[in-house]
């Protein structure tokens, strides 16, 4: 699922949540890979963001093979030795098919059409879920983990919105602007 980002001013009710910074630039709901690195961007661009992740990381999610294009937005995000520590290079990708099981075909990354490298990864996604959360809050980002957005509406033309919002305890925390 791609995560949900808002833009306007945050504003959280300190009488339910008092340490929480209360303004923010951008809302992102969803540390994911996508999530993460929109955080993480955004941040560099000196922008005030927030991010809610209903579970914590290091979390559960089946494994991840990377394309070679993910590579230069790792450079960007400065995680690429990361990636390298934790991921089995990999060279091609190999189809197969149900229909046809003797049928298969192997595509090599450095025959690539474009300016792509000739190599990606192979990860486990908990751990470059894990790498992506920390570098955007290295960046800035201000992060909550253990939050669950229940509901989420945007005033377009007021730019605002508000959420309604629990921790995993239960904990209702709402929020308006």
């Known amino acids: 699922m791609m995560p949900a980002i808002f833009q306007g001013k945050l504003l959280i009710s300190m009488e339910q949540?008092?340490?929480?910074?209360?303004?923010?630039?951008?809302?992102?709901?969803?540390?994911?890979?996508?999530?993460?690195?929109?955080?993480?961007?955004?941040?560099?661009?000196?922008?005030?963001?927030?991010?809610?992740?209903?579970?914590?990381h290091p979390r559960f999610h089946i494994g991840e093979s990377l394309l070679p294009m993910n590579l230069p937005i790792f450079e960007k995000l400065g995680v690429?030795?990361?990636?390298?520590a934790i991921g089995i290079k990999k060279y091609a990708a190999e189809f197969n098919s149900l229909e046809t099981p003797l049928a298969q075909d192997t595509f090599y990354f450095s025959k690539a059409s474009n300016d792509s490298?000739?190599?990606?990864?192979?990860?486990?996604?908990?751990?470059?879920?894990?790498?992506?959360?920390?570098?955007?809050?290295?960046?800035?980002?201000?992060?909550?983990?253990?939050?669950?957005?229940?509901h989420a509406e945007l005033e377009s033309s007021v730019k605002k919105f508000s959420l309604s919002m629990s921790r995993v305890s239960n904990m209702n925390l709402p929020v308006n602007t």
């Open 117 to 150: 490298p000739a190599y990606a990864y192979e990860v486990r996604r908990s751990e470059l879920d894990e790498i992506l959360f920390k570098n955007c809050q290295k960046k800035g980002t201000t992060t909550h983990e253990g939050m669950t957005v229940h």
């Open 17 to 56: 949540w008092p340490k929480m910074k209360t303004h923010f630039d951008v809302l992102i709901i969803g540390g994911g890979p996508a999530g993460s690195t929109a955080a993480s961007l955004l941040a560099e661009k000196g922008h005030e963001v927030c991010l809610l992740e209903k579970s914590h």
């Open 80 to 84: 690429l030795e990361q990636v390298d």
